[in-house]
């Protein structure tokens, strides 16, 4: 029930929606392209870029709940998330542009450009979770009714697919005109732009002022006794490493794979996102039908059983077929993830009558990030194993590496995403949403 003071001024659906637009740009050409960028093209060696990903992952698991402890227990008159997000975003694209605009000096020196990627991957990215951290934290707070609830998750996740159309499907095409520096910068501004007017529209509502503010030890314990968080968390943490993978490895398994240019990357992906816009408008109609579990469990199966053909792809139009239908399925998982977790949300609050949106929402973000130790695992494997090292010496079989790398490691964490969402129950949501 929405009890919130009929004098606060509300937060227009489309304007916080569509914060979803800036917030994705940066950081989905960020993980993206960062091997692509430093390993085939700067001559990072691949065990070292796995490297990076395997120590961010345990910064980052520092990182995002102490960011949402804070974000909770801040009290101004502009809210609790709202400066966060305004001193956040700047700092957030320019960590971003320069991780993109690499210094001729570090380029010469091999230990130099190691270190230059770990530090601007660190900042990057635990910029980013200070953002959405407090992004995120927004939602169940700004709208507390299922209808609007579904109502704004599907303006933000259409807004993420065409943020993603062109951050990831339309990179590739256009680095191959301007190159990666001046693409790192375009995308930086627009996302700096776009945040901005969304994050000065937010109102946050102020009938927090008047409780008690949460204590991380007390937060931190009730999480670890809350077996529905813990289900839902590693279901979304494998399922962000199959998506991240798809996106990482997609570049490699074109060029090596299918023996085809960027642009192909650019057709690929931009079919599989055009294909899941218009599925987050067929999934919001059949969950009025179905219950918002069975969706979420149906996306998560489609996803899995695609990665089948898709190892055994050798043409190109067979490739696209597949990846249409994996659309479908991400489609579905777009349209309910949010959802359940505002209900994680809602029942913490219930339980406790502490308001820990920030926390909750953080540390299920450590949880999708522990998808860094399964990716950098999957991308050891390909160097290890396989002998990839970097566009110089891609090792005698880096066709069947990037097949590894896009399709058997993706297919496995599905497998195990989509049994553990057969764990996960609300008893008193197990009907269609009125």
């Known amino acids: 029930m929405d009890t919130r003071s009929p004098l606060v001024k509300r937060t227009a659906p489309a304007r916080y929606g569509f914060a979803m637009f800036g917030t994705s740009i940066p950081i989905n050409m960020f993980k993206s392209f960062a091997a692509i960028y430093y390993v085939d093209m700067l001559g990072l060696d691949m065990k070292k870029y796995s490297l990076v990903l395997f120590i961010y992952t345990f910064v980052d698991a520092i990182d995002n709940p102490v960011y949402g402890f804070l974000s909770d227990r801040t009290r101004t008159k502009w809210g609790r998330r709202r400066p ?72 933000r996740q259409i807004c993420q697919l065409f943020a993603m159309a062109i951050s990831i499907a339309l990179t590739p095409m256009i680095t191959e005109k ?112 179905l219950p918002v579990m069975t969706v979420w469990r149906i996306g998560f199966i489609v996803m899995a059983v695609g990665f089948v053909p898709l190892y055994f792809a050798n043409t190109l139009p067979f490739a696209i077929a597949v990846a249409t239908v994996m659309g479908v399925g991400i489609a579905a998982c777009l349209t309910t993830m949010d959802c359940i977790g505002a209900k994680i949300v809602d029942d913490d609050y219930r339980r406790y009558g502490v308001r820990r949106e920030g926390i909750i929402n953080s540390l299920g973000g450590v949880m999708n990030r522990l998808n860094g130790l399964y990716t950098s695992l999957a991308f050891y494997v390909a160097s290890a194993v396989f002998g990839f090292e970097n566009g110089d010496n891609p090792g005698p079989n880096p066709g069947f590496a990037a097949r590894i790398l896009l399709c058997v490691f993706p297919f496995a964490a599905m497998v195990i995403a989509s049994v553990i969402t057969f764990f996960l129950r609300f008893p008193a949501d197990e009907k269609p949403a009125e």
């Open 84 to 155: 966060w997000l305004l001193i956040g975003t700047p700092l957030l694209v320019l960590f971003f542009i320069l991780f993109y605009n690499v210094p001729a000096f570090v380029q010469s020196e091999p230990g130099m450009l190691f270190i230059y990627m770990l530090l601007m991957y660190i900042l990057t990215g635990t910029l980013d979770s200070l953002v959405n951290a407090n992004y995120g934290a927004l939602f169940p707070d700004l709208f507390r009714k299922d209808t609007d609830r579904a109502k704004v998750n599907g303006i």
């Open 178 to 289: 301007i190159g990666y520096r001046l693409t790192g910068v375009i995308y930086g501004v627009l996302a700096l732009a776009v945040m901005m007017y969304c994050f000065l529209g937010c109102h946050e509502p102020m009938d927090y002022v008047d409780e008690p503010m949460p204590r991380l030890f007390d937060s931190v314990l009730a999480l670890l006794k809350n077996p529905r968080f813990w289900i839902f968390g590693f279901a979304g943490a494998f399922y962000s490493a199959a998506f991240a993978l798809i996106s990482q490895a997609l570049p490699f398994y074109v060029k090596y794979t299918l023996n085809l240019g960027g642009s192909t990357t650019t057709l690929m992906l931009g079919i599989v996102l055009g294909v899941a816009v218009l599925g987050i408008l067929m999934w919001s109609q059949i969950a009025k039908k």
